[in-house]
Nanobody, 112 residues
C-alpha cells in the first residue's frame, strides 16, 4: 500500500517561497498521476496542481497558475511543489495525493 509523507511547510512572509516535498513508500509513483491539494479550516479541500505521469501534462488551479510548479523525481520517488510569490490566501494545509492515497498534510502559513 502506498504511503505518502509531506514536508516543507512552515511560516513565510507574503511574496516568499516554499518548496513542498512528498516522499512515497510502498510503491512507485511512476504508476500514478500525482497531485497537491490544500484545505483551509472550515472549507473543502481543493485541487492545486496535478501531474500525469504518462505524458507529463500538468494542471494548475487559476489561483496558483504562474506561481506554483509541480515536479516529480522518479529516482527519489518524490513529488514536489515549488511555491513562489506566496500570498496570505495560500495559507492552508497542503496534501499530497496519488489515486486514493493521501498524506497527512503539511501546514503552510503566509503571514507578515
Amino acid at each position: 500500500q502506498l504511503q505518502l509523507v509531506e514536508s516543507g511547510g512552515g511560516l513565510v512572509q507574503p511574496g516568499g517561497s516554499l518548496r513542498l516535498s512528498c516522499v512515497a513508500s510502498g510503491g512507485s509513483l511512476d504508476f500514478y498521476n500525482v497531485g497537491w491539494f490544500r484545505q483551509i479550516p472550515g472549507q473543502e479541500r481543493e485541487g492545486v496542481s496535478c501531474l500525469a505521469t504518462s505524458d507529463g501534462e500538468t494542471y494548475y488551479s487559476d489561483s496558483v497558475k504562474g506561481r506554483f510548479a509541480i515536479s516529480t523525481d522518479n529516482a527519489k520517488n518524490t513529488v514536489s511543489l515549488e511555491m513562489n510569490s506566496l500570498k496570505p490566501e495560500d495559507t492552508a494545509v497542503y496534501y499530497c495525493n496519488a489515486l486514493t492515497f493521501w498524506g497527512k498534510g503539511t501546514l503552510v502559513t503566509v503571514s507578515s
